[in-house]
């Protein structure tokens, strides 16, 4: 204020007095020395990951480490409401990939390998058949032999049960995975975070459920029309900002090549009813309407900011996509508060996360602020309650897809270990639990 003031007296006399007066003002710079001790968010983020991360990876968080602090690989989904067939051949012009067309050829590889495998697992069979009757009698001696050392067994183990219990080693199969993560101890030297440990633990006791974890692994199904490009692993080349042409819609979106992922394994059919819960900014939205397959898709979020953003994307690469009345809807509904069940039969569920990447990139709303410590620190909470109520609104065979852009093991497996009790404490719903794999060697 007292500049200001200032500077209106001076330009006041000036106004009486033909002198002309230069004003030197001096303004105070910061040390040096001070510039650089300064700490960041996302210095502090890079701390907190070395910290917990390190501990939970060991030796594999150096490689996780160097991938997020690498240049972004991005891929380019065409938008089929445009020119699709130009736009895909302009981008192999480019060198890109179309990475459908990779996983169906690697998967086809595959398939050729396990079938030359089981031909000559099935050879060895009939050359042991083949020499069955040469070894008969040696093989009569040798089960005679394995009866005997089995019924021995047999009368040891039935002692030892009076003694102790035996642990089945298969009592537990249907836990599998989601329990086998030790949370990390408690981070050192931060005094403005809440202690890691003391929120981690709470995880620690929802181990006495049971969780049915469908065993058999399934590649991801990617639809034949969504087409997804991306250059080969190692070469960063940026793609050209997406044009218009003569439908004046965008030629293609471009977003992280993770982010991707969560579409794919939504498994999408003809007919589909589809739920976005936390949809902003729209880039899986678009993705997921690319597929051509959807009945409806609902794109939904919290703040009327958020659902601008959404209308935005859809906007740039739907040109008339206000007039597609039920097919595309948007709300705004806290999705912790979402009562719709059965009415849809696949639900993303992208929830608020710590953003890894984007917190070692940029300081700008990052969540590891010191003013933004308890919010961190609630995540998993609010993320469990997300996923908990779209497990309880999806319909009978249907499918939730639970994602997020963080390392966590906390914010992903103890996320879905924690839903997955409220669930089976409250309800009578069945969960299976599916893991997917996506292979693009």
Request: charged letters at 25%; a negative charge; one cysteine or more.
């Amino acid at each position: 204020m007292f500049r200001t003031k200032t500077s209106t007296l001076l330009s006041h006399s000036l106004r009486h007095h033909n002198h002309v007066l230069i004003v030197h003002v001096r303004t105070k710079k910061t040390h040096w020395s001070l510039i650089k001790k300064k700490i960041h968010p996302k210095d502090k983020a890079l701390e907190h990951f070395d910290d917990f991360y390190g501990s939970v990876f060991g030796k594999k968080w150096k490689s996780l480490r160097l991938a997020l602090l690498s240049p972004h690989k991005y891929i380019a989904v065409v938008n089929n409401f445009g020119d699709s067939e130009k736009v895909s051949q302009e981008l192999e012009w480019l060198g890109a990939m179309n990475i459908r067309k990779v996983v169906e050829a690697n998967l086809q590889k595959a398939k050729e390998l396990t079938d030359e495998n089981n031909i000559q697992e099935l050879d060895k069979k009939i050359k042991k058949l083949l020499l069955s009757d040469e070894n008969k009698s040696d093989t009569k001696k040798e089960n005679v032999e394995y009866v005997e050392k089995a019924s021995l067994h047999e009368s040891l183990l039935e002692a030892e049960h009076d003694e102790s219990r035996l642990i089945d080693p298969e009592a537990n199969s249907n836990i599998g995975g989601l329990y086998q993560f030790i949370p990390a101890t408690e981070l050192h030297g931060k005094s403005e975070w809440i202690p890691e440990s003391q929120h981690y633990q709470y995880y620690e006791e929802n181990s006495d459920f049971p969780i049915n974890i469908l065993n058999e692994e399934s590649p991801l199904n990617i639809p034949s029309q969504l087409q997804v490009f991306t250059f080969d692993r190692g070469d960063f080349s940026p793609f050209p900002h997406p044009r218009s042409g003569a439908s004046k819609v965008s030629d293609y979106y471009l977003m992280d090549g993770g982010s991707i992922l969560p579409v794919f394994a939504l498994d999408l059919k003809l007919g589909d009813r589809v739920l976005d819960m936390c949809s902003a900014p729209g880039g899986k939205a678009l993705a997921t309407l690319q597929t051509l397959l959807p009945e409806s898709l609902v794109c939904n979020d919290i703040q009327e900011s958020r659902i601008k953003k959404i209308h935005n994307v859809m906007s740039e690469y739907i040109s008339d996509y206000q007039s597609w009345g039920s097919r595309l809807m948007f709300t705004q509904i806290n999705a912790r508060h979402i009562n719709e069940p059965d009415v849809y039969n696949k639900i993303l569920v992208d929830v608020p996360c710590t953003n890894d990447r984007h917190s070692l990139e940029n300081d700008e709303n990052n969540m590891f602020k010191p003013t933004r410590a308890k919010e961190r620190l609630q995540l998993p909470e609010i993320q469990a309650d997300i996923l908990k109520t779209a497990l309880m609104n999806i319909s009978v065979g249907g499918t939730v897809v639970y994602s997020t852009c963080s390392l966590s093991p906390i914010q992903n497996d103890g996320v879905v270990k924690m839903a997955l009790k409220k669930i089976w404490e409250e309800t009578n719903h069945q969960i299976v639990v599916k893991y997917v794999f996506f292979n693009q060697k």
